[in-house]
């Protein structure tokens, strides 16, 4: 029994015994990989990453204990400087056969040691090179373990939009680190509609004096809102001469980037003194119950005054990584690292783990203190950015920002709700400001210059810096509509509208605000806002008004031509109707001057239908007809047209014409300083002598009703909007006559490209379009201005006199009757008179006495006509030769005896003839019972 106990015992011995050996082996087969690590350990952040990747290693050791290799982290100093780092990095993969490198802590650092990492196949991970401009997916062997710093632009940008801050000067350290960042800072915060007017590069071996001097050229520039972007030795610096100089007081907003936000927390309490105020952007590290105990244990260790930051947990986070992957590629790699003895550069070993090793590192996905450990090409995906205020020596966290869609919230659990948040109190919480304030510094106290206006002070006054007017209330009423505050002082220009305008170029102001017209020539280095006024520039004249006076108005209604014409169709019909009667009717015979007297009488008569000759022949009677119609016409034309004139009161412009003006000479005027100066000149071609300057309304009456003459103009030209002020300030002396030439109104201008111009425009488009908003303010300034309104009309409407031309028809009537008439009579005479003609014509006799021939002919009495056949007997019996005007007037009556049935009536128709004929009455009592008999 005994025996087979020992035997048993010995066989338990040594199975302990074996077992034992095998934990021996294993823990002698435990492989050290040597890592190197580059970091300025007299910075900050390189001390306490140190002492985080202590704390790493032991924690990752104590977990995984089971782990067969361990990391072996041969630490060196770099000095910040980019040599010492690149050649202690090379000298680790030569000489200590280093498998990776983490580090180097600076971006300018990391540019060289990545390529030493390639070259070797060496992968180089960096916790803390965070500028852009390193690309890991450039470099096959650089991993960076944080965020890019462009990832952080968006939050930056997205702040900057929230409080509507315009322009922004950007202040950042002249290293790799500083550069990287700033075409993304400027791109972003371009599409947020801000500007960046100025920078500012602090070479990080500024002393103080350079920095006081770069601060005070800040100070220079209006902008009030700046974004700094270094890193935390310069900027601690900085910030404690910014708050020296005054510069961290009321109205400075200041925003500080990641790389001194993150590094907030070591910084001496001094420094978080100066930075009272900022704003600040960083990544959001969940707190995890594993970060708390471990800054809990960190702080024992370390004696630290200062408490952790990002860098640290990232350093933590990754020897963590490189100890998982070392773990995964295995042993089989670890000695095959192999191995050049010569001393160039350039014959550096190669890693053969290198690659796996990398690949390894990029695949690894686990949860630490940073929060996710996940590799996106070659760096970590930036998730959530915190803002915060810094307020006496703490950070309090104001608002998230949470992705590119969602922005900014003030919560960390995005509410839907808040979805259409458009006021930024709503976006963030309220930060105080520097001076210890709650009002949000605005971009800068805007220097907007006004002119100087001696006149139309409707549009523009200034008063002890204060401004007035209808330019004055537009702007103040756009202002209101603005969504962030805009302060601002006037400083008065006297000058030209020009000049003023240059100072905006000149930098002189950062706006105007008046009644500046928009002009192509000037928004050529100005920009304008949409314009708020009516445009177009017009001339006004003075205008006649005295016609009721005239003693010739009765002339008036026709035109000269009209005139002229109508006298010539008098003549010429009443000759017509001389050809036609003169041979068959005895009234138009006799001597000759009774003849012509004949002519006129008869057709002059008709004007008033007063002509009581009768007239015989049928052709004369179509003449008579067409022509009395129109006479008639011409006579209700004529009566109208004087009606008018004498009852409607008749303003018409002394001149309407500009070639006039220019042909005679005259004077033009107008408004002093003013743009319309420029346009007379070039775009009218006025001589620049011929050109007078007036101020005020009172002048433009003075020097429009003195006249060209006596010292004043003929016409004044300025803009619609002061013309109409102007015609109705003195109703029915002057008027607005001619084209209108085109700009576009007053507007306000803006330096070309101020982001103001937009957010300007838009508040005038709402206030010009509030109509019961518009119209307070201008009846404020301009009053009823409705009064003159119908006043041009008017002169359009009348005070024109007829012309020849609007009865051009009726004479063409009642000439072509005429001429037909005329010439078919002729016709008939030629041809009842062929036989005597024939045998004239054959004669020997000149033309002139075959033509005195004919004329003879033509004046004998046609006795075959219908009038005489009746009455040859008659006048053989009782008469003397017919030529008298008696015997006339016995024709007359004869005709109208004519008729079988008046026969029966005779004493009536001496009645009846009593008022007509005014010397026959005897004859005609003597000769109707002749007639009877
Ligand atoms: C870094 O610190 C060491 C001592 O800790 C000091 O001797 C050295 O001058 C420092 N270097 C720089 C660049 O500050
Ligand atoms: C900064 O500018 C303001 C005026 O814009 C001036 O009052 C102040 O004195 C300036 N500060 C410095 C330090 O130049
Ligand atoms: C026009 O304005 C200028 C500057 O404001 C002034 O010097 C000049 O006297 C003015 N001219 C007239 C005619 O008012
Ligand atoms: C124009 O007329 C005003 C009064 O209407 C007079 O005071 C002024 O002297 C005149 N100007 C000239 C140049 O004649
Ligand atoms: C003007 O702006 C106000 C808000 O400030 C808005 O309520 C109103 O609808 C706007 N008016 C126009 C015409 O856009
Ligand atoms: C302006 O004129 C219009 C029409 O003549 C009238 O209805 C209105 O009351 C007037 N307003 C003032 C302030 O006189």
Not at 627 to 643: D, E, G, M, N, P
Not at 823 to 847: A, K, N
Not at 902 to 916: F, L, M, R, Y
Request: net charge neutral; charged share 20%.
């Amino acid at each position: 029994m005994t025996t087979q106990k020992h035997v048993l015992s010995f066989f338990f011995i040594l199975l302990l015994a074996g077992l034992g050996s095998i934990q021996l082996s294993m823990a002698k087969e435990v492989i050290r990989i040597p890592v190197g690590v580059v970091l300025d350990l007299n910075s900050s952040v390189g001390a306490i990453a140190e002492s985080c990747m202590t704390m790493a290693l032991s924690d990752f050791y104590a977990k995984h204990a089971h782990y067969r290799t361990r990391l072996d982290l041969l630490t060196r100093n770099s000095a910040d400087d980019i040599v010492t780092a690149a050649s202690e990095a090379w000298y680790m993969m030569k000489k200590e056969k280093v498998q990776a490198i983490i580090g180097p802590q600076r971006s300018a650092e990391a540019k060289f040691v990545m390529e030493l990492g390639r070259k070797a196949k060496v992968p180089i991970i960096s916790f803390s090179a965070t500028s852009p401009s390193l690309s890991p997916s450039r470099s096959p062997f650089f991993v960076r373990t944080a965020f890019d710093d462009s990832a952080q632009v968006k939050a930056i940008a997205a702040i900057i939009e929230a409080y509507s801050w315009l322009e922004v000067v950007l202040v950042y350290e002249d290293t790799d680190y500083g550069n990287g960042l700033i075409p993304y800072l400027v791109d972003a915060i371009q599409e947020v509609g801000a500007r960046v007017p100025y920078r500012s590069v602090i070479p990080p071996s500024s002393n103080d004096a350079e920095i006081r001097r770069e601060l005070r050229r800040l100070n220079s520039t209006s902008t009030r809102i700046f974004l700094v972007h270094m890193t935390a030795s310069l900027g601690i610096k900085f910030f404690i001469l910014a708050k020296k100089i005054g510069m961290m007081s009321e109205g400075y907003a200041w925003i500080v980037t990641e790389g001194l936000s993150t590094l907030l927390d070591p910084v001496s309490s001094e420094a978080m003194d100066s930075m009272e105020g900022v704003l600040g952007v960083r990544p959001h590290i969940p707190g995890t119950k594993y970060l708390k105990d471990f800054m809990i244990r960190w702080k024992k260790p370390n004696k630290m005054t200062a408490d952790h930051n990002l860098f640290g947990l990232w350093a933590y986070d990754t020897v963590w990584a490189l100890a998982m992957a070392v773990e995964k590629v295995g042993i089989e790699n670890s000695s095959s690292m192999k191995q050049n003895v010569s001393t160039n550069l350039a014959s550096l070993g190669t890693s053969a783990m290198g690659k796996t090793l990398i690949e390894t590192v990029l695949s690894l996905k686990f949860r630490n203190l940073s929060g996710n450990f996940q590799l996106v090409k070659g760096q970590l995906e930036p998730s959530t950015f915190e803002i915060f205020n810094v307020i006496g020596n703490k950070e309090r966290i104001i608002g998230y920002w949470i992705d590119q869609q969602k922005g900014l919230s003030r919560q960390l659990n995005y509410d839907q709700s808040e979805a259409e948040k458009s006021d930024v109190k709503r976006k963030l919480k309220q930060p105080i400001w520097p001076g210890d304030t709650t009002d949000q510094p605005a971009t800068k106290k805007l220097t907007i210059g006004v002119p100087m206006k001696e006149g139309f002070n409707e549009f523009l006054k200034v008063e002890n810096k204060k401004i007035s007017g209808f330019a004055a209330d537009v702007f103040f009423a756009a202002l209101d509509k603005l969504p962030f505050p805009l302060p601002h002082d006037f400083f008065v220009f006297d000058g030209t509208y020009d000049d003023l305008l240059h100072g905006i170029k000149e930098g002189k102001y950062d706006a105007v605000v008046g009644d500046t017209t928009i002009v192509a020539y000037r928004s050529l280095y100005v920009d304008f806002t949409l314009p708020y006024s009516e445009s177009g520039v017009s001339m006004v004249v003075l205008v006649e008004n005295n016609e009721r006076d005239n003693i010739w108005i009765f002339l008036k209604p026709l035109s000269l031509d009209l005139w002229l014409t109508t006298g010539a169709a008098f003549i010429f019909t009443g000759f017509v109707i001389w050809v036609l009667e003169h041979r068959i009717n005895s009234e138009f015979r006799g001597p000759p001057q009774q003849q012509l007297g004949m002519i006129f009488w008869f057709s002059f008569s008709t004007l008033v239908f007063a002509h009581r000759e009768k007239v015989v022949n049928n052709w004369s009677r179509l003449v008579l007809i067409i022509w009395v119609f129109v006479v008639l016409i011409l006579t209700q034309s004529y009566t109208a047209s004087l009606a008018s004139m004498l009852t409607v009161q008749r303003l018409q412009p002394v001149l309407t014409d500009i070639r006039e003006i220019q042909k005679n000479g005259y004077y033009v005027g107008y408004q002093n300083n003013t743009f319309i100066k420029g346009f007379l000149i070039k775009n009218l071609g006025f001589k620049e002598s011929m050109l007078k300057a007036y101020d005020t309304i009172e002048e433009y009456n003075h020097a429009l009703s003195n006249g060209t003459n006596n010292g004043g103009v003929a016409a004044i030209f300025d803009e619609i909007p002061y013309l109409k002020l102007f015609i109705a300030k003195n109703c029915s002396k002057y008027t607005m006559v001619g084209p209108t030439y085109k700009t576009d109104g007053f507007g306000f201008a803006f330096p070309r490209g101020s982001p103001l111009v937009s957010y300007m425009s838009r508040a005038i488009l709402n206030v010009t379009q509030d109509k019961s908003k518009m119209d307070s303010i201008e009846e404020k300034y301009f009053g009823n201005q409705t009064i003159c309104d119908d006043q041009s009309a008017k002169i359009s409407s009348d005070g024109r006199s007829l012309h020849v031309y609007s009865f051009g028809g009726l004479f063409i009537i009642a000439g072509v009757v005429s001429m037909f008439s005329l010439l078919m009579y002729l016709y008939r005479f030629l041809c009842s008179q062929w036989p005597t003609l024939r045998t004239m014509i054959h004669s020997e006799i000149s033309f002139r006495s075959k033509m005195v021939e004919l004329a003879k002919h033509f004046d004998k009495k046609d006795l075959t006509s219908h009038p005489f056949t009746r009455r040859t007997s008659r006048i053989h019996a009782v008469d003397t030769p017919d030529d008298t005007t008696i015997g006339g007037v016995h024709d007359a009556n004869d005709m109208q005896n004519n008729s079988a049935v008046e026969n029966n009536i005779d004493v009536n128709e001496n009645e009846s003839n009593d008022g007509n004929i005014l010397s026959g009455d005897t004859d005609s009592s003597i000769h109707v019972p002749n007639l009877s008999s």
